[in-house]
């Protein structure tokens, strides 16, 4: 039995990806739920595939279900969709949109076809994880929510003991609450000159 393994890139971010290998017998509904696993989305919207080449031009869709828009052909159902049958060739590519309103794209390319199977992998399967996955739902940080809880404990905005800037002469230039230098330190400076 094949094992095909799928880059997954984010379109927005081609050094965000995952590799997800999955048996050539399996169905787009389980690539679906894997890619949406490696990406720590959710599964409660409206899905398709678009078979492609090698420009990323869509062709024929494979759609989580038939929606209710006009389709140039009638959609090929993901459950009821061997992954295997849609391979046409060796580096075989398809576009994969989620979220119709938020419009979520995906770059989803054959790049390893192996005729043996790991028995240690549960197929389909996330084999590699490069970049942070954006936010289905909104922002989400290298530092995460913990830093907003540090940053209003300490105002990170003043300059600390030993952090003082210094002025052209070498000599400390304190600052006020907006962050400015003191006023006394300016109008030195203007009746110097």
Known sequence: MAVLKFRVYFEEDESVYRDVVIRHTQTFRDLHEIILRGYEF????????YRSNDHWQRGREISLEQYDKEYI?????MADTAIGSEIRDPNQRFIYQ???????????????VS???????????????????PSQYGTK???????????EK?????????????????????????G?????EEEEEEEEL
Do not use: C, M
């Open 42 to 49: 959710d599964n409660k919207h409206k899905a398709t595939f």
């Open 73 to 77: 052909a009638p959609p090929l159902i």
């Open 98 to 112: 989620y979220d119709f309103n938020k419009n979520w794209t995906f770059l989803v390319e054959l790049i390893n």
């Open 115 to 133: 005729k043996e199977e790991n028995p240690k992998i549960s197929y389909p399967s996330v084999s590699r994880t490069e970049g942070i996955a």
């Open 141 to 151: 940080g290298l530092l995460g929510e913990k830093f907003a809880d540090i940053e």
């Open 154 to 178: 300490y105002d990170l905005s003043q300059a600390g003991d030993g952090f003082a800037e210094k002025d052209e002469e070498g000599e400390d230039v304190s600052f006020g609450e907006d």
């Open 180 to 184: 400015a230098a003191g006023e006394e």
